[in-house]
């Protein structure tokens, strides 16, 4: 049987009709920037999440360089982020001209350990950007006591995490500003890049709108410094598409999650995720980790991957070299050593696969390939 990690054509199929007129809408239209389709996704959305407002993006990357930049964040401040996320996370910092701190994540939700962050904040120490990790939340409210301990912003990267929910609320809502990615593979994907900014602030939404485009309050005045991180019409139409499966889906791949947890329970060898108690997980990853020697560098999660992989089973690494480890920020200064859980997660985390349209069938071949491969 071949499993593959994700799967976007099943999902296609399943809305083909929808999506290709909305499409075509936008082309007889000839609406291609921001336009209807993306206005009435931007509403959509922001209600979906119970935020006030939505800004419709060019990317998450995008989304996460607006939000700082829109706060104020400048050349010589410094924003905590975690060792253990996509490296989009640190653009967002870096755009702006600021410095990049990490703090090391929390051994069982794999998110921004607030012990750790606290520890990282100094007199430059201008925000913390709490990265939703593989669906998860991150301990929003001890870092909301943190960040206003000390006076400084905390903002959201729920590139990973729509819908998820912390404390019975919808995250993204839950600073001063929330960056999301629609990249093709994330939970509500576009046909192309796109992404948003969520906000309850209204000043701050005025802003966030000018600086999408050029920094304009209407054509060519130019009020504030801004870019292009304007949202294509189609992708808006196709996203508007999309959300309205998104219930559907995300209780998909909670059902998958509950599967693998279910097969894979007794595997002592590996430690499953923990969805934290207080949190909705939304599962845009399921990251198991191989237990074992941690200065293996990845040998005993290695020859799993190549087992499964061997038996048609595609899985993922997410992510294998952590930011203080990659030689861009070699300026960082960091070494081996300094953030040992993400460490340990980079070196032992293998991601299965998971999309809501997964069979029962196929995840039950997946479970007992890994069960075949801990008896041997
Ligand atoms: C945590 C995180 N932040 C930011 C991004 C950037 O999003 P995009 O690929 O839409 O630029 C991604 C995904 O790629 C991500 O996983």
Redesign the pocket.
Known sequence: MQVPFLDLKIQYNSIKEDVDSAIQKVIDNTAFILGESVTNFEKAFAEAHNAKYCVGTS????S?HLVLWSLGIKPGDEVIIPAN??I??AWGVTLCGAKVVLADCHPLSYNLDPEKVEASITKKTKAIVA?H?YGQPADMSKLQEIADRHNIILVE?A??SHLAEYNGKKIGALSRAS?F???PG?NLGAYG?A?AVLTNDEQLYQKLKMMREHGQSKKYYHDVYGHNYRMEGIQGAVLGVKLKQLGKWTDGRRKVAAKYNELLKDIEQIQLPIEMPNVKHVYHLFVIRVKGDVNNRGERRDKLQQFLSDNGVATGLHYAIPLHQQKCFEDLGYKKGDFPVTEQLAESGLSLPMFPELTDEQVTYVANKIKEYFSK
């Open positions: 990317s998450g990357t995008d996460n996320t996509f989009a996370t990265v990790l990267d590139a990973q960056s990615s629609f990249y994330k890049e992404g």
